[in-house]
């Protein structure tokens, strides 16, 4: 099974990306939008997509063949969350 993973970075994230490498039958493919920047601290193991999601192009190559998506990105902060 294919699996896209969308902020592979973040808290809960890099969890299900851990947990999925324990089993074999899944294949991940990972993205985040600071592995797309450049700026993760960590070199990227695995598939991953390096583009913004923002952008079409990048879901399409990340969606490509997927059987499912798990989308943990977001963007937003509680200064902006307010503000909005």
Not at 51 to 59: A, F, H, N, Q
């Amino acid at each position: 099974m294919r699996v896209a993973l969308t902020g592979c970075e973040g808290i809960l994230g890099s969890e299900i990306a851990k947990s999925s490498s324990l089993d074999t039958s899944i294949e991940l493919v990972q993205n985040d939008f600071d592995i797309a920047r450049g700026e993760s601290g960590d070199e990227a193991e695995g598939n991953y997509i390096f583009g913004d999601l923002r952008r079409g192009d990048t879901c399409v190559i990340l969606l490509a063949e997927a059987d499912v998506l798990v989308h943990m990105a977001q963007s937003n902060n509680p200064m902006l969350a307010d503000s909005d």
